[in-house]
């Protein structure tokens, strides 16, 4: 069965039974339908038991970090635990290209995936609505006499759209004459990527929502200083379209455990975590909060922990990173049309890429790390062994998880060690301190994290960092954009590479997120369609609306 196919099969619980589980009264959730529910209290955390997901360096194929997140808060039910999963939401761009949704896989899903990998509650909308009030305000501006004296040539706010478009990379606006605005070079960036998503998810509620959407720098006038939304006098609103959007939505698994998601910034120009207000509202609802950060632990757990962490005043008990055969081999150097055929060579030569992530969230941020060995079909017993021989010798703690065949049943096993290693205790560790300079910061988490050697600045980005200090910026955590493939900034540098450097050739002030993006190489911000993409294989019937295709 297709994982569609698979949540079909199952009848969900209405949405209040779902909301009942978690203390929630009718009066606290405002229903979209029987199976969706916006959730209307305040976030007052009653738990400090909260279980980060994480993974290796993953390969293109995926590794499940989302379906060993949703076993996993399964799992933990069927042990009688109170639990809640707080994760991000899909975008509408890689469902209709390549990637796929982010509802999880097989048995452990959550639900309605269709809905959810589609336009859920409208927050993606409501984000895109909002970025571009911003775009549309600012053109305004320059057109209506420009009293701020923006220099066109300086603006730095791009338009967004939930869909990938190759073609709106790069775009030319204003033409038409006299009345079509002032003509300039623009682009769009995709929704995820946009610094309000950023700002959504990092805000602790609307009037914190409000002074970050402030912050946001969009231009500079001609002298170079920065220009920023609340010059341009929109905070409230842009605040305003997201009235609806601030709030967190409620779902469920599969198998009837409450669900939050809400919110879905990049993992590499961005943070890559759902939002403090879900975290933190699941962290009030629940005995244990499961949640997740995208890519490998050295980008999505570092991130998590050195910027959502900081800002939310939270820290994991522990840290689950979820580990698979075939990206092992991978890091190995086996080729991908071979990764379904045993190769304990391959494996070793891989394991590097494993023991590195788990001395980094042992050893750098002292978390208590449990290893998720997320099995396919395809994994013989062999390579599993040879994964638990590993983990022992290293001091690591694993269990092998088989929820995507299995579901909660399938996760308990890693639900006891989850368990066990929260009751631990303790606090995770920053990477850096917040009077470190941002060179500083940037040179520990490369030297810490990745492994590197050290880092090298391109001019472009040594005179970035001088403006951001300038600017008073100095003190705000860096984001570290780079490849996910790789501990480096090199994606053909796989394992655990060593001798190398990270070179910045840029930093970017995200004032409304409250952060500084250091970019390692080129980022793709607007994704484009491969040659087939997969809405060529979706069609929907008229007189049911069953859709089919869609994964």
């Known amino acids: 069965m297709t994982d569609i196919e698979i949540a079909r099969s199952v009848k969900l619980q209405p949405i209040t039974q779902v909301a009942a589980r978690l203390n929630l009264s009718e009066d606290d959730i405002e229903c979209y339908g029987k199976y969706k529910a916006k959730i209307d209290v305040a976030p007052s955390p009653k738990t400090d038991k909260l279980i980060l997901v994480t993974a290796i360096n993953p390969t293109s194929l995926g590794e499940g970090k989302t379906t060993t997140s949703i076993g996993l808060a399964d799992g933990m039910a069927k042990l009688g635990k109170s639990v809640c999963l707080a994760l991000r939401e899909p975008s509408l761009g890689p469902v ?60 730095v706010w791009k338009r967004c759209l939930d869909m990938n478009d190759r073609a709106l990379r790069n775009v030319v606006i204003g033409l038409g004459g006299p009345t079509g605005g002032v003509p300039r070079q623009d682009g769009f960036n995709i929704t995820a990527a946009s610094e309000i998503m950023a700002v959504l998810c990092l805000a602790a509620d609307m009037d914190d929502l409000k002074r970050r959407i402030g912050d946001i720098t969009v231009a500079c006038d001609y002298d170079g200083n920065a220009v920023t939304c609340a010059m341009l006098g929109i905070a409230d609103a842009v605040a305003i379209v997201l009235k609806d959007a601030i709030k967190p939505n409620l779902v469920q698994t599969l198998e009837g455990t409450p669900a939050i998601i809400h919110g879905g910034p990049f993992a590499n120009i961005a943070h890559g975590c759902n939002s403090i207000i879900a975290t933190r509202t699941a962290m009030s609802l629940a005995d244990y909060v499961v949640t997740e950060a995208g890519f490998g632990a050295d980008l999505g757990a570092e991130k998590f922990i050195d910027i959502k962490c900081r800002a939310a005043g939270i820290s994991p008990k522990a840290i689950v990173l979820v580990a698979t055969v075939r990206a092992l081999k991978f890091n190995g150097g086996a080729d991908k049309s071979t990764l379904d055929t045993e190769d304990l060579d ?3 030569k891989g394991i590097c890429n494993l023991t590195g992530h788990i001395r980094n969230l042992r050893d750098v941020f002292g978390a208590n790390v449990v290893v998720a060995i997320n ?27 088989e929820c995507w065949a299995k579901g909660g049943e399938g996760s308990i096993e890693l639900a006891r060690s989850v368990i066990a290693a ?34 090298e600045y391109t001019p472009k980005a040594r005179s970035a960092i001088a403006a951001a200090e300038r600017q008073g910026k100095g003190k705000l955590p860096v984001c570290i954009a780079k490849t ?68």
């Open 346 to 348: 391959a494996l070793s």
């Open 422 to 455: 929260v009751d631990k205790g303790g606090k995770v560790n920053y990477a850096y301190t917040d009077d470190m300079s941002i060179k500083e910061k940037i040179e520990a988490v490369a030297v810490k994290v990745y492994g590197a050697d050290g880092v």
């Open 96 to 155: 209709f290209g390549i990637k796929g949704g982010a509802t999880g896989g097989g048995r452990a899903q959550v639900a309605p995936m269709e809905d959810i990998n589609l336009h859920f509650t409208g927050d993606l909308h409501a984000i895109t609505c909002a970025n571009n009030l911003i775009a549309a305000m600012l053109d305004n501006h320059i057109y209506q006499g420009n009293a701020l004296r923006i220099d066109p040539v300086k603006t």
């Open 375 to 401: 099995k396919f079909i395809t994994d013989t017993d062999a390579e599993i062994d040879y994964i638990k021989g590993v983990c022992i010798k290293q001091g690591a703690d694993f269990a092998v998880c």
């Open 484 to 551: 996910q493939y790789s501990f480096s900034d090199d994606q053909t540098k796989l394992g655990r590479p060593t001798g190398f450097k990270i070179t910045v050739s840029d930093v970017e002030i995200r004032s409304g997120a409250g952060f500084l993006v250091a970019v390692c190489g080129s980022m793709m911000l607007m994704p484009g369609l491969g040659k087939r993409p997969a809405a060529l294989g979706m069609t929907i019937d008229s007189d049911s609306y069953e859709i089919k295709g869609l994964f």
